[in-house]
DNA sequence: TTGATTTATTGGAACGTTCCATTTATAGAG
DNA sequence: CTCTATAAATGGAACGTTCCAATAAATCAA
């Protein structure tokens, strides 16, 4: 049934009647063909059940219209809407994206990245996995590959990084909370090995500073990013003498951890303990209690992040600037009762 | 700082001072190249900072390397966690998967899919979205590449698919409900243009039917697979002169909504109204209350799904079996009280 | 030594496109 | 009717690999 050997674009051209280079011009969409051979062209391929080869195609032309994203947990929602914020910009520039999932892995990282850049990707929009080292896009920077980080960025590495203001994002959650009357304060999961780690957690000290809260009444619990991350955290901070009141969690996954927690512990989020967590992932507004959240506006990243790649593209460039993105914190339950809430608007 | 024109193989002949095949044969890992050879080979690959061109090697070798998974729904964590598990198989068999998100979009699926073909890639795995139409596939079986649908499957295509027992599922969580003595029993959400739609409702209209629950007392409510489908599902089921006081929800999605919805009447999942959820997602057994849920293994779904399809590509066959993954019902509190709860065993 | 055998290496012809430089056909001007 | 300008179509040389057939070098049997 199928031809076995594929169709290639001179068995279009026996089929149609005229030369390689006419078939060619027609899959290009050249002007310069006479509309009736276009068509009689076009019938051919459609006739001889032809695909278009695009790995000979890209061995003349200059770029391919394949960019690689490679996105460390597919499985967090998270970073499945920011690829969906990408994938809407890519497909209006004609560019189709690839996603590859590294689990977090250094190595697999390694394996992934050298895969697309053997398959000639045009670029690649990159959130690092944990333990990235340095040296792991050196090779192809120095193919001339344009690279973007998005959410989150290696330490010293001059790649451009789209990412939400972190530090702004948990200051403003931390002054919500200070605000709300408490005074003992956490900051509940994640580790410092992550950028975007410090960040969050300067943004609380920073607040914590500004409203000078005694460094006693801080509390830092590292912790696993992920509900059972978050349970944990809960569990080691109750333990203390003076426990806390309000924690500020690195993430969404670790804010519902900690409900469930107390929760076990016959305590609810809002009225015994107040909660804020950060992404604001679409379950958060559903939650129950309604999860206090820094809004990030994920695929609004998503979709900078593709646009920076293009531009970068576009004037071949391996160069370009950061993007903060702006963030705003949603008060709903789990912060507290609802007594008006105000949220902190400092310069 | 980057050589502007990317370096070949003839380069690293060049440098090597051999020829480009005894090149091209280090890169393949012949063992017929002395070792000694090898080594300076690989040398000049490292200095000249080669990249491996796959587009101009698959002009000539058979197949590639690379697998699309093309996903209807990137963001349902489901997916995600299918995807994950057929990563593990193909990373172990040297096969990179490059995924696409169709959102749910037809026409999307088939940019998508063409752009996979053109890829070349060696073959593809689907899970159609919803209102694919027939001859989707046609071309792409044409052209003898396989394609395995997973999770859902097309109406009446010869393509083998890879999913969950849905009937036997639904049917032993509709008999856990009429053992818990539930006499009015609804099916919330979904629509019947899924396949997977009228499984799951045949499984439940069966177990309706085998434990002769009068036809009256079986309530069908279509709506949205999300948890705002889930918790309009709930509004309308209440509304009814005699409402039911059981529900199998279509995914866990819409049992999370029904949950919510229940709530914000003042009622509690399980003490008032039991729910069923299907797929079991790692949320299910955290939510509150823990969510009773048909699990699928979805990882597992995925494994077999990268199997079947290697197995396709090795034996150069577009033809291969169906599979049925086994299910098992979960019990968890939404379901009502835990009075030694029996899961049903019928053979 | 000579020829046969094995071991390493190599040139060259594909593979399916694009694109440049031509050729051929068509039309317009004189 | 010839000449030139324009429009449409074409052949051939790349592009970076693989792989076959062939060569060159080393080893062995006689």
Redesign the interface.
């Known amino acids: 049934?199928?031809?076995?050997a594929?169709a290639t674009i001179l068995d279009i051209a026996r089929e149609a009647g005229v030369s390689k280079s006419t078939v060619s011009l027609v899959l290009q969409g050249s002007g310069l063909i006479r509309p009736e051979t276009a068509v009689k062209v076009r019938k051919a391929i459609e006739d001889v059940?032809y695909?278009?080869?695009?790995?000979?195609a890209?061995?003349r032309k200059a770029h391919s219209n394949?960019i690689g994203m490679v996105i460390n947990d597919?499985?967090n929602?998270f970073f499945?809407?920011l690829?969906?914020g990408m994938?809407r910009v890519f497909?209006a520039a004609g560019v189709?994206?690839?996603?590859?999932?590294t689990?977090e892995n250094p190595v697999?990282q390694e394996?992934?990245l050298k895969?697309m850049?053997?398959?000639?990707v045009a670029g690649l929009i990159v959130s690092p996995a944990r333990g990235t080292t340095p040296g792991a896009f050196r090779?192809i920077?120095?193919?001339?590959v344009p690279v973007v980080f998005a959410m989150r960025r290696l330490p010293e590495s001059r790649i451009p990084a789209i990412a939400p203001d972190n530090r702004r994002g948990a200051c403003l959650a931390t002054e919500h909370l200070i605000r709300k009357g408490h005074s003992r304060l956490a900051f509940f999961g994640g580790s410092s090995d992550l950028v975007v780690y410090q960040e969050r957690l300067g943004g609380f000290l920073g607040a914590c500073e500004a409203f000078a809260i005694p460094v006693a009444d801080r509390m830092i619990v590292e912790g696993e990013t992920s509900?059972k991350g978050g349970m944990a955290c809960l569990e080691t901070a109750l333990a203390m003498p003076e426990p806390p009141t309000a924690a500020l969690c690195f993430n969404d996954a670790v804010a519902?951890?900690v409900i469930?927690a107390l929760?076990k512990r016959g305590l609810e989020a809002g009225a015994d303990f107040a909660v804020v967590g950060f992404d604001d992932v679409?379950e958060a507004e559903?939650y129950?209690p309604a999860l206090t959240s820094v809004a990030v506006d994920t695929a609004g990243l998503g979709e900078r992040a593709a646009h920076v790649m293009l531009k970068m593209i576009q004037s071949r460039t391996t160069r370009a600037e950061d993007h903060i993105g702006a963030v705003s914190l949603v008060v709903r339950e789990s912060s507290g009762p609802d007594r008006n809430s105000q949220v902190g608007d400092a310069a």
Request: no cysteine.
């Open positions: 049934m199928a031809s076995r594929k059940g695909v278009y080869n695009r790995g000979a890209n061995l394949v597919l499985t929602p499945a809407e690829a969906v994938e497909q189709v994206p690839f996603i590859a999932n689990a697999r394996e992934v895969s850049m053997e398959q000639g090779r920077e120095a193919a001339g509900r519902f951890g469930l929760r679409a559903h129950s």
